[in-house]
């Protein structure tokens, strides 16, 4: 059974993050720790993180490097 404390903790750990990941980690059955990743959204006119660049420029990963087709899969 799991214990209020312990519930207590978990419920803390959510209600303290705006975005990221809570883990429980749980060993013969008992929660041995909890690990909270918190991330921080920057704001959309600082950084464009869907190209990778600053002011719509594009990054590296989205150019195409010409003429390269994928490979046909076997």
């Known amino acids: 059974m799991i214990s ?11 209600g303290s993050l705006r975005y990221g ?3 429980i980690t ?5 929660v041995v720790q909890i ?3 918190e991330k921080i959204r920057l704001k959309k ?4 993180l869907t190209t990778g660049g600053f ?5 590296r990963a989205d150019r195409t490097d010409g003429g ?3 490979a046909s899969g076997r």
């Open 21 to 23: 990941v809570i883990h």
């Open 35 to 37: 690990e909270k990743v």
């Open 45 to 48: 006119q600082n950084a464009d």
């Open 4 to 14: 209020q404390a312990l519930l207590a903790q978990i419920a803390e750990a959510i």
């Open 55 to 59: 002011h719509g420029e594009s990054s």
């Open 68 to 70: 390269h087709e994928p």
């Open 26 to 30: 749980v060993q013969d059955s008992c």
